[in-house]
C-alpha cells in the first residue's frame, strides 16, 4: 500500500495551486502557445489577449491599472526590482534607505549589497510583537531618503503591518519618498486597495495565492511616476522594465489566481482563520509549555489568517520537525532555510534564543480539512510529549528523530 501524503501545513512557503488554476493555464501550455510580443500573426493575438486579461486581474486585486503591472519571476524578483530599480533611478536625490528589521531575505539581502555599493540604509526594529509603528519609520526618514519598504504581512509570524499609515506619514515628511511593500504573504488574504494604499510599489508572488510557481508581479505607480532602472535589459518587454519572453501559462494562472482571491478571498480567510483557530486549541489545551508568539501582544493588531507560530519549552523545533514526518511544518523561512542561523524575525522581537530554537511555525491552508487540522494536532502533542519524555529521562527518542 503506498504511505499516506503528509498534512500539508506550511501554506507560507507554498501554497498548491488551484485545480481552477490549473484547467486555466493548460491551454497555454498546448495548443495556444504564441509568443505574447509577437505582433503579427494569430498565435501572438491570442496570447497576448491572454496576457492583458491576466495583467487586469492582478491590477484589480492590487487597485491599479494594468499598464501599472511588471510580470516578474516572483517576489524576489520584485522585491529586487523596486529596491534595486528605486535605488538606481533615484541615486542623485540621496542615498538613504529605510526598511524593517522583520524583512524577508529577498529585500535584506539586497539593502546588503545596496549598503556595500554605498548606499546607507536604516532598519527599523519591530515592537515585541512583531509589529513596527509607522511613527519609527517616519522618524527614521531624512533629507537623503530615497525609498522606504516595509513588508505587509510577515512570513514567519504572520504579523500584519501598518503600511497604509506608514506610507501616509512617510508622504508627510516628503511626497519625493518611493515606498514599496513586499505583499507576497498578504496577497489574497488582505484587501491590498485599503491595506497598501498611498504605496507606490507592491510586490506579488503567484504561487503564495494558489496560483503556479515561477511568476509574480510589480505594480508600479505611474502618478505620480515612479521611476525604476530596470535588472533586466532586453526587447524592451514589460514598457522596458523586465525584458524576456513571458511566461504566458503562468501569467494566465496567477491572473485566474488573483480573480479566485478577489471573489473568495474574504470567506476564504475566516474559514482558514477557524481551522487555524482550531489547532492551536487542540495543541493548546493538551500540552501545557506551549506559547503562541500571537499571544505576546494579544491586542497588538491582527495576523495572516493561517498562521499559528508556537514554541515548545523543552522540545527543539528541528527535533519536533523531524519527528512529524507526516505533518508538514517549518521552522520559518524555507526560503532562508538553508541557512542554520536563528531566525532574524525571532530575534528582531527580542525573543530568547531558547523561544527561538523551540518554536514552529504552522501554516494552514485553502485546501486544509477540519480532520486534517485534528489528526495534525493530534500527532504534534504526542511527537512533543514523546520528545520531552525522552528528555526526561535522558535516553534519545529512536522512534521519534532517525
Ligand atoms: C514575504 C516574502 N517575500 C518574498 C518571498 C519570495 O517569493 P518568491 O518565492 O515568489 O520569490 C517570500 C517567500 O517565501 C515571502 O514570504
Known amino acids: 500500500m503506498a504511505a499516506e501524503r503528509p498534512i500539508y501545513l506550511d501554506n507560507h512557503a507554498t501554497t498548491p495551486a488551484d485545480d481552477r488554476v490549473l484547467s486555466a493555464m493548460w491551454p497555454y501550455f498546448a495548443h495556444r502557445f504564441g509568443n505574447a510580443a509577437s505582433k503579427s500573426h494569430a498565435f ?11 495583467r487586469e486581474r492582478v491590477a484589480e486585486l ?17 522585491n ?27 529585500v535584506l539581502d539586497v539593502t546588503r549589497r545596496l549598503e556595500r555599493q554605498g548606499f546607507r540604509v536604516t532598519y527599523v526594529s519591530p515592537n515585541g510583537a512583531g509589529r513596527v509603528s509607522a511613527e519609527a519609520v517616519a522618524d527614521a526618514v531624512t533629507d537623503e531618503t530615497i525609498l522606504v519598504s516595509a513588508m505587509l504581512a510577515n512570513n514567519e509570524i504572520g504579523t500584519v503591518q501598518p503600511v497604509a499609515d506608514i506610507a501616509r506619514a512617510v508622504k508627510a515628511r516628503s511626497s ?43 505594480w508600479v505607480r505611474r502618478r505620480p511616476k515612479i521611476r525604476l532602472a530596470p535588472l533586466v ?37 475566516r474559514r482558514v482563520a477557524a481551522l487555524r483557530d482550531r489547532l492551536r486549541e487542540a495543541i ?41 514526518r507526516d505533518v508538514a511544518v517549518s521552522s520559518g523561512a524555507a526560503c532562508a532555510s538553508a541557512e542554520a542561523e536563528p531566525s532574524h524575525v525571532m530575534r528582531a522581537l527580542g525573543a530568547s534564543r531558547d523561544r527561538i530554537q523551540s518554536s514552529i511555525r504552522f501554516g494552514v491552508g485553502r485546501f486544509n480539512t477540519e480532520d486534517e487540522i485534528d489528526r495534525a494536532a ?5 511527537a512533543v510529549e514523546t520528545l520531552r519524555g525522552a528528555a526526561a529521562s535522558g535516553v534519545p527518542p529512536r522512534s521519534v528523530v532517525s
Not at 45 to 52: F, I, N, P, Q
Not at 176 to 193: E, W, Y
Not at 233 to 251: A, M, N, Q
Not at 284 to 313: Q, Y
Open 44 to 54: 501572438g493575438w491570442e496570447a497576448e489577449a491572454a496576457v492583458d486579461a491576466a
Open 62 to 78: 492590487v487597485g491599479g491599472s494594468p499598464a501599472e503591472i511588471v510580470f516578474t519571476s516572483g517576489a524576489t524578483e520584485s
Open 80 to 106: 529586487n526590482l523596486a529596491l534595486k530599480g528605486a535605488a538606481e533611478a533615484y541615486r542623485s536625490r540621496g542615498n538613504h534607505i529605510v526598511t524593517t528589521a522583520i524583512e524577508h531575505k529577498s
Open 176 to 218: 519625493r519618498i518611493a515606498v514599496h511593500t513586499d505583499a507576497a504573504q498578504a496577497a489574497g488574504s488582505l484587501d491590498l486597495p485599503e491595506r497598501a494604499a498611498e504605496v507606490d510599489l507592491i510586490s506579488l508572488s503567484a504561487h503564495k495565492m494558489y496560483g503556479p510557481k515561477g511568476v509574480g508581479a510589480l
Open 233 to 269: 535589459d532586453g526587447g524592451g518587454h514589460e514598457r522596458g522594465l523586465r525584458s524576456g519572453t513571458l511566461p504566458v501559462p503562468l501569467c494566465v494562472g496567477f491572473g485566474a489566481a488573483c480573480e479566485i482571491a478577489g471573489r473568495e478571498g474574504e470567506a476564504d480567510g
Open 284 to 324: 493548546l489545551s493538551r500540552l501545557s509549555g506551549v506559547s503562541s508568539t500571537a499571544d505576546l501582544a494579544p491586542d497588538d493588531g491582527e495576523r495572516l489568517p493561517g498562521n499559528l507560530h508556537l514554541s515548545f519549552e523543552g522540545v527543539d523545533g528541528e527535533a519536533l520537525i523531524l519527528a512529524l
Open 378 to 382: 493530534r500527532r504534534v502533542v504526542s
